[in-house]
């Protein structure tokens, strides 16, 4: 654990750096609707998009207003001031407006070699798939004539099997932390999901496959009660470890940045562009997907059950409307069926916010009760 917990301290791991040194390309993108494989399948290493808590967003604020989502502030100013000048390339997804505006003004002031607009419908219909099949074929297409680039059938495949690999090491720990006596800790497991986006799919099979060895026989700190954490994207090791810190510990999500990125069902299809098309936008647990927030909250109230949840926090970023607004339906879903929720709106980045975020969650599981440790849950 101690080396995924180094390399994701920091924006330009060493793995980057080593397939940069060998001359190989990087591409850059923010949205879970984004199908990596096909960046993969092109020798590419996909890099999701981080800023780590980075709370300064002097550069940005000159592009995007202080009513922006302070996450994609932070993020605008880590691609102006030169901090993923490392990338080749960029891809933009229409995953909300603020997000929209954090790209294009990227694009505007410091353009990427390579940038791509993959456009996400936000519903899934017949048609909506048929648009997105389209979509992700032009996507491929687009990579393969700026890099030079033949992505055969043959590729995709074997990077959608590499994929699965991933994905099924990332089900294995959260089998692991949702289970009577959690192998991992919440902020352990945010630390896991940021590294596998941006790394070589070989080296985190590798070092995943390490963790789950080690943490086997791994026994939990004291805490008093198992929370799940949903709402807005978030990368805040940090933050995480806070609410940890006074007893809450976190053994499931609903986040972005978390089971979202990973909990998809098994393609379908002989067509690797048609499987990957329908297999992202079916599975696309987010808010900006319309008229789809029972199967949203169907996950969530399953995911309580499963890791056995005595309270649930609602997180959202502030200025975050998507996930504002669905929070509220989810709390109240949530507590007709008993099920204790803390609604917690947060600043992206702001440590120092921390005092008032322990205070309202310490509040939260004196409200639940103090449990102790699992198997003493009465």
Not at 128 to 150: M, N, P, S, T, W
Not at 227 to 249: R, T
Request: net charge negative; charged share 30%.
């Amino acid at each position: 654990m101690r080396e995924i917990t180094e390399q994701v301290s920091v924006i330009e791991n060493d793995y980057v750096k080593g397939w940069k040194g060998e001359g190989k390309k990087v591409v850059g993108y923010a949205c879970v609707a984004t199908p990596v494989e096909v960046i993969e399948a092109a020798g590419l290493l996909p890099y999701r998009l981080t800023a780590l808590g980075n709370p300064n967003t002097e550069i940005a604020d000159a592009y995007l207003s202080r009513f922006n989502c302070s996450l994609c502030r932070s993020l605008l100013q880590l691609g102006l001031d030169g901090t993923y000048d490392f990338l080749d390339g960029l891809i933009e997804t229409n995953g909300c407006d603020h997000l929209r505006g954090m790209f294009e003004n990227w694009q505007y002031v410091n353009p990427s070699p390579f940038f791509h607009y993959l456009k996400v419908p936000h519903i899934t219909t017949g048609d909506a798939l048929d648009y997105f099949r389209v979509e992700v074929r032009l996507f491929k297409e687009a990579i393969e004539k700026h890099f030079g680039v033949e992505v055969k059938n043959d590729d995709l495949w074997h990077a959608i099997e590499k994929q699965d690999d991933v994905r099924e090491r990332l089900r294995k720990v959260f089998a692991m932390r949702e289970g009577e006596n959690p192998s991992f800790t919440g902020a352990e497991v945010l630390s896991i999901l940021l590294f596998s986006s941006v790394v070589p799919s070989d080296v985190f099979i590798e070092l995943i496959d390490r963790a789950i060895d080690e943490r086997r026989d791994w026994q939990p700190p004291d805490f008093r009660a198992r929370l799940m954490l949903c709402g807005s994207a978030s990368d805040e090791v940090d933050l995480i470890s806070e609410i940890e810190g006074v007893g809450g510990l976190i053994v499931t999500d609903a986040l972005c940045y978390g089971t979202r990125a990973f909990w998809k069902a098994e393609r379908e299809g002989d067509d690797p562009v048609v499987a990957l098309a329908d297999m992202y936008l079916k599975e696309l647990l987010c808010p900006r997907m319309y008229d789809d927030f029972p199967r949203r909250r169907d996950f969530v109230l399953s995911a309580v059950d499963r890791a056995a949840v005595d309270g649930v926090i609602l997180m959202s970023n502030k200025f975050c409307d998507i996930h504002g607004v669905d929070n509220v339906q989810l709390r109240m879903d949530l507590e007709k069926r008993g099920i204790p929720v803390l609604q917690l709106e947060k600043e992206y980045g702001a440590k120092a916010d921390f005092g008032r975020i322990r205070t309202r969650v310490q509040a939260f599981l004196e409200k639940i009760g103090d449990r102790g440790k699992v198997g003493d849950r009465s």
